[in-house]
């Protein structure tokens, strides 16, 4: 049986996009190889969000070299979000002329068609479409996250944040019908999934482009499957976070006790040259709005330093909203030029010794939320997903509700399982806890 080997960079989105590729060529016939010498197919799902995932992409698909020259046979594809950006096809295969097959973001679920197509000449296969396709239901996924599973409710964004690079590369926002989501829910959670992700650049804004439902609609359809599950959800956008959705998630008794809402910058002046549509006082009404119908909801964010012209009032308005706030995790990062998009030509870019100093108050600020919070959970008893087992630590795991990771001693049956866990000591962001029989 031939092999296959897939590098995923990114987002969870792109995750789920390289299951439906392992779904492609699993229908095809082929199966996944643990390393890249024993596959037939080696395939790059990349990223074009910051810099360091494009050079690490670029630094492996130029290390194949000498595995293509042993191997004339072998096929090399590369697709994604690097891919789809104007004119990058063309150089990576000047670059790289042993690529076989180039594709980008808008015709990833015909992976089949171009492999065939290489198949049958010598010639690399490059197909890059310009515009967003119909959004095509039924591809084929082999999924690698039991008992967790992804679902996508949109394609594409509209927000046009003046950071972001997605809206050029993966279009303008299409919705999938109600329908298809809550079937392949209901599929997902009667083969075993106890957890389904939905996934969207920005969930919030779901049906927009239907026009007869909404994403409160959609989280209270699936919220009546009759079955034991959770559900989660990401991205969210302040902006779009409404009170209607904020009740649905309330009455739901399926929904994670947890929100991720990135604010990305706690400064007015900063939000506005980023192009969010919200102000912080927006954002802190959102909050209220949150913890007055589910008030023990955890609250997670992406927040951004260095963006161009920040100063250190602007960066003290940010810490000010994390010390606010208390979020219960926080993706924090330096903001990295984008070509194509409007942040790239601004003046005042920062400085990136200051941008790192910065970066560091924060991570130590957010730490310090996280150990508090992770001391409050010592001798409660908690319900835990098992998700895995973590072999350094010779312990299962798994999350609670509220996103929170545990370890525990336990065993194989509890792998998939709902199991209850007692909190015996806390370590920063993760705890360490004793099975409840």
């Known amino acids: 049986m031939k092999k296959y080997y897939i590098t995923t960079y990114g987002c969870?989105?792109?995750?789920?996009e390289s299951e439906k590729l392992a779904g492609i060529l699993t229908s095809l016939g082929y199966s996944a190889s643990?390393?890249?010498?024993?596959?037939?197919i080696i395939l790059f799902n990349t990223c074009c969000i910051r810099e360091n995932a494009e050079d690490r992409a670029d630094g492996n698909i130029g290390a194949l070299k000498k595995l293509k020259k042993q191997n004339k046979d072998l096929i090399v594809a590369v697709g994604g979000c690097m891919?789809?950006?104007?004119?990058?096809?063309?150089?990576?295969i000047k670059k790289f002329p042993f690529i076989d097959i180039i594709f980008g973001t808008h015709n990833l679920e015909d992976f089949k068609t171009l492999l065939q197509k290489k198949l049958l000449q010598k010639k690399p296969v490059l197909e890059i479409l310009e515009k967003e396709q119909q959004i095509k239901e039924g591809t084929p996924k082999t999924r690698t996250s039991f008992p967790n599973a992804w679902v996508n409710i949109t394609y594409g964004c509209n927000n046009f944040c003046t950071y972001c690079i997605v809206p050029y590369v993966r279009g303008r926002e299409r919705s999938r019908k109600l329908v298809d989501i809550v079937n392949e829910c209901k599929e997902?959670?009667?083969?075993?999934y106890k957890e389904i992700t939905l996934l969207g650049q920005n969930v919030n804004s779901y049906g927009n482009d239907l026009g007869d439902v909404d994403f409160a609609d959609l989280i209270t359809e699936i919220s009546k499957i009759d079955k034991k599950f959770r559900l989660g959800f990401m991205t969210n956008h302040p902006k779009d976070l409404s009170e209607k959705l904020i009740?649905?998630?309330a009455n739901s008794d399926k929904v994670c006790k947890r929100i991720h809402l990135p604010i990305q910058a706690g400064s007015n002046r900063i939000l506005k040259l980023m192009n969010r549509k919200y102000t912080r006082e927006d954002y802190f009404d959102k909050i209220?709005?949150?913890?007055?119908?589910?008030?023990?909801?955890?609250?997670?964010?992406?927040?951004?330093?260095?963006?161009?012209?920040?100063?250190?009032?602007?960066?003290?308005?940010?810490?000010?909203?994390?010390?606010?706030?208390?979020?219960?995790?926080?993706?924090?990062?330096?903001?990295?030029?984008?070509?194509?998009?409007?942040?790239?030509k601004m003046d005042g870019q920062v400085d990136e010794n200051v941008s790192k100093e910065r970066i560091m108050k924060l991570i130590d600020l957010q730490n310090s939320i996280n150990r508090k919070q992770s001391e409050n959970y010592i001798g409660k008893v908690v319900e835990v997903l098992c998700e895995g087992f973590d072999?350094?630590?010779?312990?299962?795991?798994?999350?609670?509700?509220?996103?929170?990771?545990?370890?525990?001693?336990?065993n194989e049956?509890?792998?998939?399982?709902?199991?209850?866990?007692?909190?015996?000591?806390a370590g920063g962001i993760s705890l360490m806890g004793q099975k409840v029989n």
């Open 83 to 92: 891919t789809q950006q104007k004119g990058y096809a063309e150089q990576l």
């Open 34 to 40: 643990e390393c890249e010498k024993d596959a037939d």
């Open 188 to 192: 997902l959670i009667n083969e075993g």
């Open 413 to 425: 049956q509890d792998l998939g399982e709902f199991v209850s866990v007692k909190v015996l000591s």
């Open 247 to 249: 009740k649905a998630l």
């Open 391 to 410: 072999q350094k630590k010779n312990m299962y795991l798994g999350r609670d509700t509220y996103g929170r990771m545990l370890y525990f001693e336990g």
């Open 288 to 344: 209220d709005l949150l913890r007055k119908y589910i008030p023990d909801i955890a609250i997670t964010s992406d927040i951004m330093v260095g963006f161009p012209t920040e100063t250190e009032e602007d960066f003290l308005d940010t810490v000010d909203v994390v010390n606010r706030i208390g979020f219960a995790g926080a993706f924090t990062f330096v903001y990295s030029r984008r070509k194509g998009t409007p942040a790239d």
């Open 12 to 16: 969870q989105m792109n995750v789920h």
